[in-house]
């Protein structure tokens, strides 16, 4: 069943209807995009999964739209930033949520400091007012050598978040429609 929000009694507006796009360089962004469409899914929703590149198609169609990317050395992903660019017409109007893939260290400043760089990759685009936004942990990439791998991921977290954001975006969206009438 679509996960649904009443905001007045009589007027519910279901979000069924998803695009979850992704940009990644070693394959974690990508699972963690499998992940948010996969309770997407179980909570009724409709998602289409690409790779934020391969987006050529208009992003108005979509009830949600949703932009993960990695971040490194306080940057976000150029893929994210194209993306943005290239949808910046029909984001401005849609219900966006954004995630980016942050630290490898599980301490309070590297949370805050993948936070901020999200913050200020976000705040080069004034026009976009995403209704959700996070960091989820990173996780090395492949290849450390005899190193253990660290994998801040938790992946109740990122469940959650995705449904909480289907809900958030559910009533986001009531109101845009209803703002206008």
Not at 101 to 108: A, S
Not at 129 to 150: E, N, S, Y
Request: with cysteine; net charge positive.
């Amino acid at each position: 069943m679509p996960v649904r929000a009443e905001c007045e009694p009589q007027e519910v507006r279901y979000v069924t209807d998803v695009l979850m796009a992704y940009a990644t360089r070693h394959g974690s962004t990508r699972q963690v995009a499998e992940a948010v469409t996969a309770a997407m899914r179980e909570a009724g929703a409709q998602v289409t999964a690409l790779p934020a590149r391969e987006v050529r198609e208009s992003a108005a169609g979509y009830d949600l739209v949703v932009l993960g990317a990695p971040l490194y050395s306080g940057r976000w992903h150029h893929d994210a930033h194209r993306f943005l660019k290239r949808h910046r017409r029909e984001l401005a109007a849609a219900c966006v949520a954004v995630f980016g893939m942050g630290p490898r260290t599980d301490t309070e400043e590297a949370w805050a400091r993948s936070r901020a760089q999200l913050d200020r990759a976000l705040a080069k685009r004034g026009w976009l007012t995403p209704v959700a936004v996070t960091v989820f942990g990173g996780v090395d990439p492949p290849g450390r050598g005899k190193r253990p791998q660290r994998d801040l991921r938790n992946w109740q977290t990122i469940h959650t978040w995705a449904t909480d954001t289907l809900a958030t975006a559910a009533r986001t969206g009531q109101h845009r429609s209803t703002a206008g009438q």
